[in-house]
């Protein structure tokens, strides 16, 4: 059967993936996928200590009320990037500085 | 190898290389596109993880409506940023250095896992009585009902919220003004 370090590698390189897109890309909308694939690498690794460990269901609540926090979170982040493209037509984030100094 | 870790090492497999076309891809609707796969893949390693409902969620939520957002998003603002502008920032080399020192440090974490390499235990019950279970727990007020009725609370106010901000500036004080 699969051990449970396969999954948390595997949880792991999906995070890093998802950190690197999060941190190095300048379209908003492109760090807005890489927070998702961050999202989806921790709600692997809950599903998976919920099922290798102690056996409760409390492990599965947790990874649903991550699911809706998931939404909350794409949707707002979503209505960000469209009024921002609205007052500045881009959405490259180094050029949306009017908060900075 | 048993057949089913031949499905789950072609799941991660498939799932890291679109993970990484996500992140590397220059054209956004196939970076959203990728990511769809990404999503599909998780899907399979919670059937995998015995969590059926999970993955019929993540098919509902992510595949369906976070996805299509995205990709409606993409269309809406394709004109923002082409293919051509530089698609990374200029301390793009400080991100990827961040991304490795990560993974080092979480692997050199994972020893103090105590069940790192044991098997999933049986599943003593029936995939009907884990649903159930889960179903009961959301609602009963001795378990979960509270983070329950929070998350949806959570969903209504950014069901408002994003509507309000993405609302049209301006529109509202001109039907004012008509009327």
């Known amino acids: ?101 | 190898m048993t057949s089913v870790q031949l499905v789950f090492l072609l799941t991660a497999a498939i799932t890291l290389y679109a993970a990484l076309m996500v992140v590397l891809s220059k054209h956004l609707v196939h970076a959203a596109l990728w990511l769809i796969l990404v999503l599909a893949g998780i899907a399979v390693l919670y059937v995998l993880l015995n969590a059926g409902f999970l993955a019929v969620v993540q098919v509902a939520i992510y595949i369906d409506a976070i996805a299509i957002l995205i990709i409606i998003v993409v269309m809406l603002t394709q004109r923002a940023m082409g293919e051509t502008s530089m698609q990374v920032n200029r301390s793009w080399w400080l991100a990827a250095l961040t991304s490795i020192v990560l993974f080092v440090g979480l692997v050199a974490l994972f020893n103090q896992i105590p069940f790192l390499q044991s098997d999933a235990p049986a599943l003593d019950v029936d995939a009907e009585v884990l649903l159930d279970d889960l179903g009961v727990s959301l609602v009963d007020v001795d378990q979960y009902i509270l983070p329950f009725e929070v998350a949806s609370v959570l969903l209504l106010a950014a069901l408002v919220g994003s509507i309000m901000i993405a609302w049209p500036r301006g529109s509202a004080s001109e039907e004012e003004h008509e009327a």
């Open chain 1, 1 to 101: 059967m699969i051990p449970l370090s396969w999954y948390i590698i595997f949880a792991a390189v999906l995070f890093c993936i998802g950190l690197y897109g999060a941190l190095a890309r300048r379209n908003a909308l492109a760090i807005l996928m890489g927070i998702e694939l961050m999202l989806n690498a921790a709600n692997v690794n809950i599903v998976a200590f919920w099922r290798y460990g102690t056996f409760a269901i409390r492990g599965q609540v947790f990874a649903l009320i991550v699911f809706a926090v998931a939404a909350a979170e794409a949707a707002v982040g979503l209505a960000l990037i469209i009024s921002i493209y609205r007052r500045r037509t881009t959405i490259a984030v180094d050029e949306i500085n009017m908060l900075k100094w």
